[in-house]
């Protein structure tokens, strides 16, 4: 167990609402991704940190955004919801001497 | 950039059957390579890592991988499988340098149904 929790844990929203999911990891890392994972694509990066204030693009990064203001919390915001961001929604971070990731417990986010 | 072939979409054994799953990546330098398995309503856990050394590698529930650089492979295995090790198998790859970012990037991953 990383120390890694994630919040809300279940949503239901309707299309067109902002939404904000938080990452939330109790060991300092600094190295945080936010990932989606859907049937058939694995897992895609959406956003990833290496640091407070320092964030990039992964390679579905459209219509997501992101922000760390403090080593622990890192935050994915869907600005304006639609139904092809429905997913589950994985926080990870980077530990260990090997560059491997941990992830936390995941949010199932339904937009309807 | 790097991507990551699994061959496998999904596969269906009996109990204590042989287990291989392929994976393929492409990347022109050094890489650390993962195995992850998510079980039913779970997250990613690891399951084994490459980094360097011994290119046989062994994780955790008598799973071990290979990795053989001149086929870009590191293909998973175990002898015998369980009705437990139903789950969803996913490689990943990354860079062995911070220019990364550590970033991995996923196969799209094999679901492992065991039959008891």
């Known amino acids: 167990d990383a120390g890694i929790t994630q919040s809300p844990r279940h949503k239901v929203t309707e299309t067109g609402t902002p939404v904000t999911l938080r990452c939330h990891q109790t060991e300092n890392h600094r190295y945080m991704y936010w990932y989606r994972q859907d049937p058939g694509h694995g897992l895609r990066l959406i956003h990833y940190?290496?640091?407070?204030?320092?964030?990039d693009k992964g390679e579905v990064s459209d219509g997501y955004s992101v922000s760390r203001s403090k080593t622990e919390d890192f935050l994915l915001t869907l600005e304006s919801a639609t139904s092809s961001q429905t997913s589950v929604y994985f926080c990870?971070?980077?530990?260990?001497?090997?560059?491997?990731?941990?992830f936390g417990p995941g949010t199932r986010l339904t937009v309807l | 950039a790097q991507s990551v072939s699994q061959h496998n979409h999904h596969v269906i054994l009996s109990e204590a059957a042989s287990l291989e799953l392929g994976c393929n990546y492409s990347?022109?330098?050094?890489?650390?390579l993962f195995w992850y398995v998510q079980y039913p309503g779970q997250h990613l856990q690891l399951l084994l890592k490459?980094?360097?050394?011994?290119?046989l590698v062994k994780g955790i529930k008598g799973f071990e991988a290979e990795f053989i650089k001149s086929k870009f492979s590191f293909n998973l295995r175990k002898p015998s499988v369980q009705w437990s090790d139903t789950a969803e198998y996913f490689c990943?790859?990354?860079?062995?340098?911070?220019?990364?970012?550590?970033?991995?990037?996923f196969g799209k991953g094999t679901l492992l149904t065991v039959n008891p």
């Open positions: 990870a971070i980077r530990g260990g001497g090997s560059n491997e990731q941990f």
């Open positions: 990943a790859v990354t860079p062995n340098s911070g220019g990364s970012n550590y970033k991995l990037t």
């Open positions: 990347y022109g330098g050094t890489v650390n």
């Open positions: 490459y980094f360097s050394g011994d290119p």
């Open positions: 940190s290496y640091g407070v204030k320092d964030t």
